[in-house]
């Protein structure tokens, strides 16, 4: 029977228990830190069971063992200094991201730990830019803050709906609007608010100049503002 | 109402009045025409309402972009998201900023435990006949000796006042030491429960545990940038 401490081989390291390995783990972060050979294996085959086999105490082990990695990720990313709720906030969102994320069928996309911990570096970057395009998607010639449940950062199912209201507006756009470039005008303008310039340096050959993209805008702001269909759905 | 002088602008040179892109001439004439700058303020107000609705939303979220970047996504989807970046410079810049924080380096300090080197230490049998005299608990059957590189390690049961429980004394050497007597440290001995008692050690290397009940424990020794571990020490029993 293995004891308390006793390192696991790497070819029974599969049905080492729990405790061996998180100890090899530990051990291996400890050496990784300081800059000493280490051997990831103990740390993967825990990752693993964490989440192939959705094994509780393994991904409580993950959670604990990564969140100082987590922590520096989340410290250092750029939208940090705009988030506005604190650091253990993130961390523990970088976690939720990443068990939803990887399933156990994704596993197999990952080869080692680096890879998996890559991906959740990842996922502390998208939680925290979520967030930030959400802060962002607030007008500002309203001059709303945004309440402080949006800033605390938009669920995932949020974001969705969001996006699907967009993309039924935009099918009956698209259906206001037959002309080409008037589709286009709109599209660069509304959905990725691109300056009159941009579009016509972007497309040229549509819009020779920006006085081009004026006259298009208009049209497609005028045909918009007329439709009974937008009105109603921008109520 | 209509337009205080026809003919002074163009239909389009309010939409650029509206992005704030207008020459002086055209903002002269709106900031004196009642109904220009009526048709203006209602492009504002359009233009809002409809970016309000529609921002971004055929762009791939942050994490889409992100395992785009990983090589994480299906062909389809991979080929759908590439096609947006040649479009989206939102987007393109949100990967601009995913590249760089990747490529920081995120790696957390080590802590000062971290930064000690752990050496597990081996049971040393010592040769029958070996003349060891001086090594505390040579005598005594029950003593233990462990080696760690130039490190030796003893570890010697003796009776507690407690019933059913030991002391364990302790004594640690590295003979590279020009004196014999180690640097003082910290002896941690943590219990299968994961109980964990310290007890400093001095500076000639002696420390001890009182009151230890029997079982199998995992015996730390910290002494300068060094931590020696006995993984498994029986007590009693």
């Known amino acids: 029977m293995l004891g308390l401490g006793a390192r696991a081989s790497g070819m029974d390291q599969a049905r080492a228990p729990l405790n061996v390995l998180a100890t090899d783990c530990r051990e291996a972060t400890a050496r990784f830190l300081r800059g000493d050979p280490t051997d990831d294996t103990p740390c993967f085959e825990v990752m693993r069971r964490a989440i192939c086999e959705r094994d509780q105490e393994a991904w409580e082990f993950v959670v604990a063992q990564y969140r100082p990695i987590v922590l520096a990720c989340v410290r250092q990313h750029p939208a940090f200094g705009m988030a506005r709720e604190e650091e253990a906030y993130w961390v523990n969102r970088t976690f939720e991201r990443f068990w939803s994320a990887v399933k156990p069928e994704r596993f197999s996309q990952f080869q080692n730990l680096p890879a998996l911990l890559k991906y959740l570096k990842l996922c502390a970057h998208s939680v925290l830019l979520d967030a930030l395009r959400s802060q962002r998607a607030n007008p500002a010639e309203t001059g709303v803050k945004a309440p402080e449940s949006d800033s605390a950062g938009p669920t995932v199912e949020a974001l969705a709906v969001g996006r699907l209201a967009g993309h039924e507006l935009w099918e009956v756009i698209k259906q206001e609007l037959p002309d080409e470039s008037e589709r286009l005008a709109a599209y660069l303008s509304f959905a990725l608010e691109m300056k009159p310039a941009e579009v016509a340096r972007r497309h040229p050959d549509r819009y020779p100049t920006v006085a081009d993209v004026y006259r298009v805008k208009r049209n497609v702001i005028e045909r918009l503002r007329r439709s009974p269909r937008i009105q109603e759905f921008l109520r | ?237």
């Open chain 2, 1 to 237: 109402m209509s337009c205080s002088g026809p003919g002074a602008i163009a239909p389009e040179d309010l939409v650029a009045f509206a992005e704030g892109e207008a020459d002086q001439a055209i903002a002269a004439h709106v900031a004196r025409c009642p109904q220009c700058a009526a048709e203006a303020r209602q492009y504002v107000q359009a233009q809002g309402r409809l970016r309000g609705a529609l921002r971004r939303f055929d762009c791939p979220s942050p994490h889409t972009i992100g395992e785009y970047e990983l090589g994480l996504l299906a062909d389809a989807e991979r080929v759908r998201v590439a096609q947006h970046l040649l479009e989206c410079p939102l987007c393109t810049d949100e990967l601009r900023t995913l590249r760089q924080f990747l490529a920081t380096d995120t790696t957390p300090q080590p802590s000062p435990l971290d930064r000690l080197r752990r050496v597990v230490a081996t049971l040393w049998e010592p040769p029958r006949q070996a003349a060891y005299a001086g090594l505390r608990g040579a005598e005594d059957a029950a003593a233990r000796v462990y080696r760690a590189g130039s490190t030796t390690l003893t570890i010697s049961p003796t009776p507690s006042g407690r019933r059913g429980q030991v002391a364990l004394v302790g004594l640690i050497w590295d003979e590279g030491e020009s004196t014999g007597a180690p640097t003082p440290g910290e002896a941690q001995l943590i219990a299968p429960t994961g109980a964990t008692r310290s007890v400093p050690i001095d500076e000639l290397g002696n420390f001890s545990f009182d009151e230890v009940a029997p079982g199998v424990y995992r015996l730390e020794v910290q002494r300068a940038d060094q931590m020696i571990v006995i993984e498994d020490l029986p007590v009693g029993g």
